[in-house]
């Protein structure tokens, strides 16, 4: 069973967390998944073998959560994130899957004093706006002016309920239209077979910040879920060569 946090707005987060040496890792999952998928558990147990603290947990509306997916947008998770992450004292290693990315990303904009390093799957910054808003239609943009609400299919299950707060509170949380410094080791993992965030994502991203220590890395053939073991090894390679630099 998981821990439960009270957020300041009220919404109860489930997560677990382990006690562990340095800096905490941090996975922050993606759009509709939640704590238990495979690159989260999988971090997990590495972190656990190396004797590293680890945090993962369930956005309001995800997984063991509490609230409605539909009652959340953007500014609502990253608030959800902030509280788990002010749960836990010292630097931390954020580890951003999909959504998870924007989200690590509005984090260490937040808060970069406490931010040791960040790595990103698949980041998916701003995409309720560029992804979402973008490809809508006039029909589909007008139903959502109007209805509130329209569904998307998806690939991975039942149809994507898109909201009209999410995409107007997504505007509020827009990382790629002004200056954004990541001043300590960052790492971007981007799969070039992903058919939910294109490559042109990633490398719009790399071009967007700033930093000293800033690479991508494009992996031929690998898909969004980026977790075949080939895939799950180079994660954890990530998050040690930004714990090793963080360390320098």
């Known amino acids: 069973m998981p821990n439960m946090l009270k957020t300041p707005q009220g919404r109860q987060i489930a997560y677990h967390h382990t006690t562990g040496q340095g800096p905490t890792i941090v996975f922050l999952g993606g759009f509709k998944s939640d704590m238990g998928g495979t690159k989260a558990v999988h971090l997990e ?20 959560s509490s609230e409605a997916f539909t009652d959340g947008a953007i500014g609502d998770w990253f608030a959800d994130a902030r ?48 992804s979402m808003w973008a490809s809508f239609d006039a029909s589909q943009r007008d139903a ?31 990382v790629l239209r002004s200056p954004l410094d990541l001043p300590f080791p960052v790492r971007f993992l981007q ?25 991508l890395t494009l992996v031929k053939g690998a898909d969004h879920r980026f977790s075949d073991p080939d895939c799950l090894d180079m994660i954890t390679a990530a998050v040690t060569q930004v714990l090793d630099r963080a360390a320098d």
């Open 45 to 64: 147990a590495w972190a656990q073998a190396q004797g590293r603290a680890f945090l993962r947990f369930d956005y309001s509306g995800h997984g063991e």
């Open 83 to 130: 509280a788990a992450l002010d749960m836990v004292k010292g630097p931390l290693v954020l580890v951003g899957s999909s959504m998870g990315g924007w989200i690590s990303l509005l984090c260490a904009r937040a808060m970069p004093e406490r931010i040791a390093g960040l790595v990103t799957i698949a980041a998916a910054p701003d995409f309720t706006e560029d």
């Open 144 to 174: 959502l002016l109007r209805d509130g609400q329209i569904a998307l299919p998806s690939e991975y299950g039942d149809p994507y309920i898109i909201t009209r707060r999410l995409i107007e509170d997504g505007r509020d949380q827009l």
């Open 191 to 215: 799969g070039t077979a992903d058919l939910d965030v294109d490559v042109s994502v990633a490398l719009r991203l790399m071009d967007h910040v700033t930093g000293d220590d800033v690479r």
